[in-house]
């Protein structure tokens, strides 16, 4: 541990001031803080509390059940990010789906299910598109190349979302956020500023490493002490006030917003993104005339509990019971970035 460390771990152990409230948006935070085993540093007045900032997390049952029709009814190969595979739709998950017969078949990139459609023009392949800004740009590539290809035979199932509107569904919920690295990446610090400017919302960007989380945490607790709204970035060798722009223009020209609806959050007006008009060839909604699918989430699970930082993972009556990561019951058990799995995995 540098001295820098040093200095930034003494201020989060040294802490003996009102409670702080501090929320990790990023799942992939969460995950890193457990590992990392900061979280055994915290003196006990600071809480961190889990955010929506996991994609399959956020992911509503009824884009499972879409999935699951265009699997089962239209005979279309699903490819998909691995970990949405085994989170529970209404009835099942898309693992269930691929024992009735389902082709589903995990990507590592939405490029991957083009190849895979060029490889197989007899066949219809439709990539699940979910993710935040950070992973939005690689689908809309993937559309661009598949209209520039003239490829009859891929769509895209979307449901990708933007912070923006999530963080102001979110305004009150902590004394500061811990905002995505990742995301920031792309987008720029434009809305984190805004929020600290118009609305008095603290937040400090924050990176990945042991080093770059204990300074972010660290910076947070100094300046909550001080009692202003603040915003910080604190991972400046990947994140500029800009973001990026070639990113930003290639979402612009292939999606615009719509409403979406999050997983425990329900509908947020503005924090979407759709294929435009010019891709209507290849949005799996418009191409397969899909109707309005609707779905029902267990009764038992509270991951949008879990994702609004209102309770913590193991205040769900069915963590570690009922619900683990071999028998998940809801998407916060699946997902690598998932809080609950977090929870199960170091706590
Ligand atoms: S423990 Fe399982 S059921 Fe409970 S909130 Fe987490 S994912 Fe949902």
Redesign the pocket.
């Known amino acids: 541990m540098n001295e820098s460390m040093k200095r930034a771990r003494d201020i989060i152990t040294g802490y003996s001031g009102r409670p702080l409230r501090i929320m990790e948006v990023c799942g992939t935070h969460t995950h890193e803080i457990f590992r990392l085993g900061i979280r055994k540093l915290l003196p006990e007045q600071i809480s961190l509390i889990s955010g929506p900032g996991c994609p399959v997390c956020v992911t509503a049952v009824g884009f499972i059940d879409e999935a699951i029709w265009l699997a089962l009814e239209k005979g279309c190969i699903i490819c998909t990010f691995g970990d949405l595979i085994r989170v529970p739709g209404t009835e099942m998950s898309l693992a269930g789906a691929r024992a009735k017969g389902g082709d589903i078949r995990p990507v590592y990139s939405p490029l991957d299910a083009v190849a895979l459609a060029k490889e197989h023009p007899d066949q219809q392949v439709v990539f699940l598109a979910v993710g935040f800004e950070t992973t939005t740009p690689s689908a809309c590539l993937a559309a661009k190349q598949a209209k520039a290809a003239g490829l009859t035979n891929f769509s895209l199932l979307t449901a990708n979302k933007t912070m923006p509107n999530a963080y102001q569904a979110l305004v009150g919920s902590a004394d500061a956020f811990l905002y995505p690295g990742h995301v920031n990446a792309i987008t720029g610090n434009g809305t984190c500023i805004r929020l600290c400017e118009a609305q008095g919302v603290s937040g400090v960007v924050a990176g990945f490493t042991a080093s770059e989380l204990l300074t972010a945490l660290a910076v947070t607790i100094r300046l909550l002490e001080k009692g202003e709204p603040f915003f910080r970035n604190c991972y400046p060798r990947v994140v500029k006030d800009e973001g990026n722009p070639a990113a930003i223009a290639l979402m612009n020209e292939v999606m615009e917003p719509c409403d979406s609806e999050w997983r425990g959050l329900g509908m947020i007006p503005g924090s979407g993104m759709k294929l435009r008009a010019e891709y209507a060839d290849y949005d799996a909604r418009v191409k397969y005339a899909m109707p309005v699918i609707t779905g029902k989430p267990?009764p038992?699970?509270?991951?949008g509990?879990?994702l609004q930082g209102k309770i913590r993972?193991c205040d769900?009556k069915?963590?570690g019971k009922?619900?683990t990561p071999m028998h998940?019951?809801?998407?916060?058990?699946v997902s690598d970035e998932?809080a609950?799995a977090a929870y199960y995995q170091y706590s």
Do not use: I
């Open positions: 267990n038992a699970c509270r991951c509990d879990v993972p769900c069915v963590f009922g619900c998940p019951v809801g998407a916060c058990m998932g609950c």
